[in-house]
């Protein structure tokens, strides 16, 4: 009978309030990765961090004052490369669930993962989807050097 009654409030885990940007800065932190808070021309706040060597950011979206942000996405880039297009970006989507990729308008490869933070999150969620984050980079990094690989093969050698 004691096994299934409650768990009392304090041995519960606390929940990590996500809407604002010093909440998430925090919960990185507190994960051991840096987290600079930082603002935009138009003045919304958007976090610096990296994972993998590679920098990414964590923007806030669904922002009202009074009950904070109602989402956030972590967003990470790569410099425009001649096999960034479309179908690359493609192939990746369809063998991946969460994280999605697109080519800019100037040809640079985006990465995002989005993140509900209605109803807050556990320690133990954030630190998942910070580690899905982290493979999902390294993933993808690979799929985009074997892409390389694979265009420098197709491509015939400069005249010398």
């Known amino acids: 009978m004691l096994l299934a009654a409650p768990l009392p409030a304090a041995a519960q885990e606390a929940l990590l ?31 610096n961090s990296a994972a993998n060597g590679a920098p990414f950011t964590v923007n806030f979206y669904n922002c009202e004052p009074a009950d904070g942000c109602g989402s956030i996405q972590f967003y990470g880039w790569y410099k425009k490369k001649p096999e960034f297009t479309a179908d690359l970006a493609n192939r990746w989507n369809s063998r991946k669930r969460f994280v ?46 074997k892409e390389e690989a694979e265009r420098a093969k197709k491509t015939p050698a400069a005249a010398q």
């Open 100 to 145: 999605r990729v697109e080519i800019d308008d100037v040809g640079d490869l985006g990465m995002h993962l989005d993140i509900a933070t209605v109803g807050k999150l556990t320690k133990a969620n954030f630190a998942d989807l910070i580690d899905w984050w982290n493979v999902m980079t390294e993933n993808l990094s690979e799929f985009l050097d």
């Open 17 to 47: 309030d996500l809407s604002t940007p010093h909440g998430v800065a925090k919960a990185l932190q507190d994960a051991g990765y840096k987290a600079e808070i930082a603002k935009t021309k138009d003045g919304d706040s958007y976090i």
